[in-house]
């Protein structure tokens, strides 16, 4: 989604009448040209394309950086082949037109279809690229076509000259039965750096491969793109959120030294904050595999000594209170996992009678013959309510220590 | 730094325009990617000796930043190392979206040759009347001072007043005396 104005740069030499790329070199291109424009607009509406020609009787601006796809589209047409390209040339006139782009926070990019032999020698190509650089531009080449002696060298030497922290491409498209779009679809001048665009480029991809109906979410982007932005994003978000609460979890898991009944009491604590808060927290629980659950666990039959030294705090008075904490997030995650076979794994953990007994043995001020733990195992056998856990965890603050 | 301390003691009136840079908008053109420019302008990163801005393709450096408000510049602290550090530099004010194209079209509202003892940290006191009513600056840094491929800028502070504030402090309440 980087705001970005594009400048395009087409072929139109003579070289380009050469049938090796179904149908012609100039057709493949053109197809490519519109693609990329569909991409780039749909990336970011506030994106622009501008596309000039250099070959034919010089360089020519057909269009000047602008979002309307239509223009772009109209200008393709009508293209006649002939002449000889210039390679320098293009790329300087297409740095002055994004020079004067109207939205001055676009990031600057130059796409170049180098199809034909490059005439300019290495060090005239590398100062181009120096001077892109430094004013912030990238380039991406697409080599076809020709491929004479030194072409690649060069646009190799042009895209390390350019190159600024991989914002730069390169792609080489050899002849063959795939069409040059196909194969400039999985590259990232049209992923945009990994991001954003895949959508797109996703159901572009399904519609060329011959899909029935790829598009993502099912819906087609071209009947309504509000209801496909608006899908994209939610689901982006959703990840984002599924990602921070993911990290959230593990943090928490991983941070706390001082002994696995704090680590428990944290994540019971959370889990008793309200229904549906509690219901987030076992997912994020549940989602965090088995790792984080076993790494509380671990800490808790490693470290029975630390809980000693536990502050004045209400938690470490809950703290005190191991089996039943315990317990209450075991069953907090049993009921979220309950349908998830993943977690199958921890449930029958859990469920496992002697596993249990054999933490609780290990916690301190926790004797697995007092009849208040005994009562609470049994009750789990019968798997209650997670709420009469949460107020038994309320109520009760009497000291346990023995 | 005494030379330096009783040089901007001198305008007690001249802040540190830190304060009032509006970092969303600050640019530099031909930045290396891994020494930019928080580097030199930052609270603390610039008093670093270590961390420092460098130029990229060739040594020369474009500055934009722009300002919360209009503020007047009445002076800058350029540092750097004595072969490495910048040696002429040009300021322009209020000029927006300045490339490296265009930075000969204009003449520039002041220019400044550091010596050694500016790279030290003495400030360069600049010509007051053209920076009255600055919005945004741009400093362009030509060349550095051994003619080397990169240049090198450990610090970089701007030194004026605010147009349009009132002193607080200097507000007394009117009481019943």
Redesign the interface.
Known sequence: MVLEATMICIDNSEWMRNGDYAPSRFQAQADAVNLICGAKTQSNPENTVGVLTMAGKGVRVLVTPTSDLGKILACMHGLEIGGEMNLAAGIQVAQLAL?HRQN?KQQQRIIVFAGSPVMHDKKALEMIG??L????VALDIVNFGEDDEGKTEKLEALLAAVN??DTSHIVHVPAGPTALSDVLISTPIFTGDGEGGSGFAASAAAAAAGGVSGFEFGVDPNLDPELALALRVSMEEERARQEAAAKQAAEEASKEEKGGEEQDATMTERASEGASEADNKKIEIADDDDTSLQQALAMSMDEPTSSQDLQDTEMSDAAAEDPELALALQLSVQDSTKDSSSQADVSKLLADQSFVSSILASLPGVDPNDPSVKEVLASMQNQSEPQQKQDEDKAPKKEEEK | MSAAESATAIQRNQVDLLDFIDWSGVEC??QS?SHSLSNALKQGYREDEGLNLES???E?LLIYIPFTQVIKLHSIVVMGSEEDGPKTVKLFANR??M???NVSDFPPSDTAVLSPDNLKGKPVVLKYVKFQNVRSLTIFIEDNQSGSEITKVQKIALYGSTVETTDMKGLKKIEDH
């Open positions: 020079k001055k120096k001077k650089k430094k004013n912030s600024n922290n | 053109l031909n990617s990229d393709a060739d020369q927006e979206h490339g490296f194209s």
